[in-house]
């Protein structure tokens, strides 16, 4: 989306985690009378292929395995359930199937030669590596930000630079207009 008022998330973890999640457009909602059409960017194989090489999270030698792709799409479904929830958009009760997913995604404190320490994935390949993403983000904040859209034909997710981190729209111009217009209509309808 290159709306005017999107804003850029900060972090590189928060960036590549609001890439992964937004590779699903369910955006269906109808603006100037042209009916947006999502569609899925990891649907084919190759396709994740190249999302994991843009991240740098598969090495251009190692090769992808249907199992990765696998991975790769149930951590997004997770998150976007927990976007969902957090937007209204789905009950709390189902938390405990994300929490579910992110098992599949260990991570441990490991020191490194240098004496600093970081959070690694204990699983291998790209379990490993989306776990590290994750982990990213959780540790620099960036989460708490990472917002789905509260519109339910649209569910976009942003990264919310609002103060107190409770911008409900992914686009002002967009979906908080749409949201004026529609309360606007209901509010003239009942008068
Ligand atoms: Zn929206």
Redesign the pocket.
Known sequence: MNDDDEKRAEGVGAEALLDLVNTLDE?SFTIHGVQHRGGDDLAELSNARVWLRKRGLLGARRTLATDDVVKLIELRRALRTALAVRAGHQEATAFAEVNEVLAGFPLAVQLRHDGTCSLAGTAAGIPAALGELLAQVVVDGGWTRIRM???PD???VFFDTSRNASGR???MR??GNRDKTRRYRERQASA
């Open positions: 955006r859209c509260a519109a649209c569910r976009w729209w992914c686009s967009v979906c």
